[in-house]
């Protein structure tokens, strides 16, 4: 006959039998659940790399076509030039670094949610990116100096439009856009060179 003790000792066994697979179960659930947190990140990131490269690539690219069918100016290189001026090679390197910038920048008012909360944002983001584009077909391409001040000018106010909402949104971003502010001073300087050459 099992003893009482017997019985205890069965009775315990037992029940460690039918807890046993329930925490393994609830461990497995966790890891899976960690997997699909995991997996959700990995996911979120790699949308996000890929945004950022069409966000980086999709200005840079347009300047470079710019830079290529525009931006060989044999005036500009034989102009007589104080020594502060760049060579056309530097005015080209500025204008790709700005094309960066303001991508960059743009990126991250889009991840902060800026264009959907400010869609005036988006527009003096395009402004700028369309203004910039347009200076080396009409200024070096066309040869309408007077029309590329103008230009010059309407970038800049743009610029600083982008700045001021661009920082309400990301201060990095805002901080991002002031060397392309540096970039429109410079081609307004090169513009009025090449104005008072004619």
Same mark, same amino acid.
């Given at each position: 006959?099992?003893?009482?003790?017997?019985?205890?000792?069965?009775?315990?066994?037992?029940?460690?039998?039918?807890?046993?697979?329930?925490?393994?179960?609830?461990?497995? +659930?966790? +890891?899976?659940?960690?997997?699909?947190?995991?997996?959700?990140?990995?996911?979120?990131?790699?949308?996000?790399?890929?945004?950022?490269?069409?966000?980086?690539?999709?200005?840079?690219?347009?300047?470079?076509? +710019?830079?290529?069918?525009?931006?060989?100016?044999?005036?500009?290189?034989?102009?007589?030039?104080?020594?502060?001026?760049?060579?056309?090679?530097?005015?080209?390197?500025?204008?790709?670094?700005?094309?960066?910038?303001?991508g960059l920048s743009a990126w991250l008012v889009w991840a902060e949610g800026g264009f959907h909360r400010q869609p005036t944002a988006l527009m003096l983001?395009?402004?700028?990116?369309?203004?910039?584009?347009?200076?080396?077909?009409?200024?070096?391409?066309?040869?309408?100096?007077?029309?590329?001040?103008?230009?010059?000018?309407?970038?800049?106010?743009?610029?600083?439009?982008?700045?001021?909402?661009?920082?309400?949104?990301?201060?990095?971003?805002? +901080?991002?856009?002031?060397?392309?502010?540096?970039?429109?001073?410079?081609?307004?300087?090169?513009?009025?060179?090449?104005?008072?050459?004619?």
């Amino acid at each position: 006959m099992a003893t009482h003790q017997d019985l205890k000792h069965r009775t315990k066994q037992h029940e460690e039998e039918i807890n046993q697979p329930q925490v393994i179960e609830a461990t497995s +659930d966790d +890891d899976g659940e960690m997997n699909r947190r995991r997996q959700k990140k990995s996911g979120m990131a790699r949308r996000g790399l890929r945004s950022l490269s069409l966000a980086v690539a999709l200005p840079l690219s347009l300047s470079l076509i +710019d830079i290529f069918y525009f931006g060989s100016s044999s005036r500009y290189r034989t102009l007589p030039k104080p020594f502060y001026f760049p060579p056309l090679w530097a005015l080209h390197l500025a204008c790709l670094a700005t094309a960066f910038f303001s991508g960059l920048s743009a990126w991250l008012v889009w991840a902060e949610g800026g264009f959907h909360r400010q869609p005036t944002a988006l527009m003096l983001y395009l402004g700028q990116l369309v203004l910039g584009l347009g200076w080396y077909p009409i200024v070096f391409g066309a040869g309408a100096t007077r029309v590329g001040l103008v230009i010059c000018g309407a970038l800049f106010g743009v610029l600083v439009g982008c700045v001021r909402m661009f920082r309400n949104m990301n201060p990095i971003a805002g +901080d991002l856009v002031k060397p392309c502010l540096a970039w429109a001073v410079l081609l307004a300087l090169v513009n009025v060179r090449l104005v008072s050459s004619h």
